[in-house]
């Protein structure tokens, strides 16, 4: 079993920078793959980053390639979204999610593990 737990979100100014936390507990993580996604009310969980847990491979949602950065610190089984030049558009809940292997890492439904969530919100 895998605990997630996401922080740092808030409000943030357009062109302003954030950075996401997802904290991991309940047992190693070197073979998982971890993800970002975001979902803003009535729309479909999309997919915005994935790495491996070792920080070897990293994925970017074409979206995103250029203003976020997903990274990880085995030392504190944490990852990390790091955005810069937030749009409106990117307000959302982010979420934080693990699954075992390789395929299907943009895709929400083949992952197993999942945090709360955390509420970021772009806006003048």
């Known amino acids: 079993h895998v605990q997630l737990v996401e922080s740092g979100g808030g409000l943030v100014q357009p062109v302003g920078s954030l950075r996401l936390s997802c904290s991991a507990s309940g047992r190693t993580l070197r073979r998982y793959f971890m993800g970002w996604f975001r979902q803003a009310p009535g729309k479909e969980r999309e997919f915005q980053a994935a790495i491996s847990w070792s920080g070897s491979s990293t994925y970017y949602a074409d979206s995103v390639k250029g203003r976020f950065t997903i990274s990880s610190d085995n030392a504190k089984n944490t990852v990390y979204l790091q955005m810069h030049s937030l749009k409106p558009e990117d307000t959302a809940v982010y979420y934080c999610?693990?699954?075992?292997?390789?395929?299907?890492?943009?895709?929400?439904?083949?992952?197993?593990?999942w945090g709360q969530g955390t509420q970021v919100t772009v806006s003048s």
């Open positions: 999610a693990a699954k075992g292997d390789w395929d299907g890492l943009a895709t929400s439904q083949q992952y197993n593990y």
